[in-house]
Antibody, heavy 119, light 108 residues
């Protein structure tokens, strides 16, 4: 069974770049069976898909965030990462990493990590 | 972009009652709709995928129906642990997807 764990700074200054990593265990990030993605949730609000990556390196981003988002994979560490540039207070959220398998829906999720954007 | 709306925003019910949650898409998503349950401080949990298929380990009291633009999640008899927020999610333009705003099921 897959397990995912987010890691990264909990506090980022406005205009800087938010960087998070998701470590995958119980499966290979190089597997063709999964898509890997990031989803966020501002405090007290709903879920927003940020983007996804396939083992081949193909990436797919939310159009509203596309100009600021980069998702990449590090197969040597079985990890994938999120970078979100030029952050503002509106980017304050719990960030989840998730995997999508055969059902093509996020079915394994990390526990989430709160990132606050503040000076 | 496909927009999902959920109704009602809040549903107040008692344990043992039947819950009926609605999700409507701004255009057809075929059967590519999923439902998630989220409790405070936890990640969402997949309940239903492709409109009517229960995910692994999900109790039979949860069922999904619908196609095209109108979908329903039914909880046949609410257990205490079912009081939570429920989100629908569409994947008709996979691997891009969107979520609905959620329905909170709380204790009456």
């Amino acid at each position: 069974q897959l397990q995912l764990q987010e890691s990264g700074p909990g506090l980022v200054k406005p205009s800087e770049t938010l960087s998070l990593t998701c470590t995958v265990s119980g499966g290979s990030i190089s597997s063709s069976s999964y898509y890997w993605g990031w989803i966020r949730q501002p405090p007290g609000k709903g879920l927003e898909w940020i983007g996804s990556i396939y083992y081949s390196g193909s990436t797919y981003y939310n159009p509203s965030l596309k100009s600021r988002v980069t998702i990449s994979v590090d197969t040597s560490k079985n990890q994938f990462s999120l970078k979100l540039s030029s952050v503002t207070a509106a980017d304050t959220a719990v960030y989840y990493c998730a995997s999508s398998g055969l059902q093509l829906v996020p079915d394994y999720w990390g526990q989430g990590t709160l990132v606050t954007v503040s000076s | 972009e496909i927009v999902l709306t959920q109704s009602p925003a809040t549903l107040s019910l008692s344990p043992g009652e039947r819950a009926t949650l609605s999700c409507r898409a701004s255009q057809s998503v075929s059967s590519y709709l999923a439902w998630y349950q989220q409790k405070p401080g936890q990640a969402p949990r997949l309940l239903i995928y492709d409109a009517s298929n229960r995910a692994t380990g999900i109790p039979a009291r949860f069922s999904g129906s619908g196609s095209g633009t109108d979908f329903t999640l039914t909880i046949s008899s609410l257990e205490p642990e079912d009081f939570a927020v429920y989100y629908c999610q569409q994947r008709s333009n996979w691997p891009r997807f969107t979520f609905g705003p959620g329905t909170k099921v709380d204790i009456k």
